[in-house]
């Protein structure tokens, strides 16, 4: 079974400054891919990044980033230059891949969520 | 702007009574997941459909059930309510791309129907 773990409830940075957001991951899965969500007030879930478990390279979505450490089983995501917009709650989630959609391998496994404030 | 849209935005119903959620796909998507988000909880996948047949499903009973339609559509259909089933429900489209069914990153979602039960 998959579990996603992001052990920061809530987070607060001032604005311009970098934050960087944690999760850690299990799973037995040899290919599995990991995304970032965000969800403002409003409840929709706002793609951000995702990163493949082969993929040789941190992906990087312009002011986001995914510092992957597959040894680790960690996933964080790193937002530079934070704006008052980014105040929102911020999802991991991992998705087991390879199965095709007919093995129903579009499921996504979410962590509980780490609410970010930036401040003046 | 995802294009995915669901209705209704906030319903309230009592425990025991059946309700239906809708979504709307974004135009090309041919998946449709849908999930529960209780309050201060990430999402929890419920199940996804593809060419109109269930095809995964999550840790939940029959009495959560689903439809996709031709144009992609989806409802979800929750029977005899509890109190425990009050929360934010998701739905999410993709596309899949090629014969093989090779599986889009892209999952985009829609803004979710509150769903409160007294």
């Known amino acids: 079974a998959q579990k996603i773990t992001q052990t920061q409830p809530g987070m607060f940075v001032q604005e311009k400054e970098a934050v960087t957001l944690d999760c850690t991951y299990d799973t037995s899965d040899p290919s599995y891919g990991l995304f970032w969500y965000k969800q403002p007030s409003s409840g929709e879930m706002i793609f951000l990044i995702y990163q493949g478990s082969y993929d040789q390279q941190n992906a990087t979505e312009g002011r986001y980033s995914l510092n992957f450490q597959k040894a680790r089983k960690s996933a964080n995501l790193v937002i530079s230059a934070s704006q008052l917009g980014d105040s929102a709650m911020y999802f991991c989630a991992m998705r087991e891949e390879g199965k095709g959609l007919t093995g129903g391998g579009n499921k996504l496994t979410f962590g509980t969520g780490t609410q970010l404030k930036v401040e003046l | ?118």
């Not at chain 2, 929890?44 to 031709?70: D, M, T, V, W």
């Not at chain 2, 005899?80 to 599986?103: H, K, N, R, T």
């Open chain 2, 1 to 118: 702007e995802t294009g995915v849209t669901q209705s209704p935005t906030h319903l309230i119903k009592t425990r025991g009574q059946q309700v239906t959620l809708r979504c709307s796909s974004q135009s090309g998507h041919n998946t449709v997941s849908w999930y529960q988000q209780a309050l201060g909880q990430g999402p929890q996948f419920i199940f996804q459909y593809y060419r109109e047949e269930e095809n995964g499903r999550g840790n939940f009973p029959p009495r959560f059930s689903g439809l996709q339609f031709p144009n992609y559509s989806s409802e979800l259909n929750v029977n005899a309510l509890e109190l425990d089933d009050s929360a934010l429900y998701l739905c999410a489209s993709s596309p899949m791309l090629g014969a093989e069914g090779f599986l889009s990153y892209e999952q985009y979602f829609g803004p979710g129907t509150r769903l409160t039960v007294t």
